[in-house]
């Protein structure tokens, strides 16, 4: 068997992990578990409150395959706004400024707003059509 034949199915690995982290922050800011020093005075109308409930909800798409593409969207931008908003003021360079995970999951959710979930996804179980780019005419 060829890595090219295992490349959709990784493509499904990769968005349920991606959303699996989403998942598992969004329940740290919201439900506070696992307890975590850093989000034990989140409220739910607060930045953090609300990035977890985007996390929670969007995360949880990206777990299932549903809505993929919108849903990595929106995420990705997520991430771009928490990396210009909590960690780019400390410093510019990611190992420094503790950024690197947003920015992984900023490009990783990038690349599934263009990819879409796999074969393994609920979108592709109810028939999500791909865009299909116009042959030309002869």
């Not at 919201?30 to 020093?37: D, G, N, Q, T």
């Amino acid at each position: 068997m060829t890595i090219d034949r295992l490349q959709p199915y990784l493509l499904s690995l990769f968005r349920f992990v991606t959303g699996l982290i989403f998942v598992h922050y969004g329940v740290a800011k919201l439900f506070k578990f696992p307890p975590v020093e850093m989000f034990e005075d989140v409220t739910p109308l607060s930045l953090w409150g609300v990035a977890g409930m985007i996390e929670l909800v969007f995360g949880g798409l990206l777990l299932l395959g549903l809505l993929t593409r919108p849903a990595a969207f929106i995420l990705s931008g997520e991430m771009a706004f928490a990396y210009f908003i909590e960690h780019l003021p400390h410093s510019f360079y990611p190992v420094l400024n503790e950024g690197g995970l947003a920015i992984m999951l900023c490009f990783g959710c990038l690349f599934l707003a263009a990819a879409g979930g796999g074969p393994i996804s609920l979108d592709a179980l109810l028939g999500e059509k791909r865009p299909q780019m116009e042959q030309p005419r002869r």
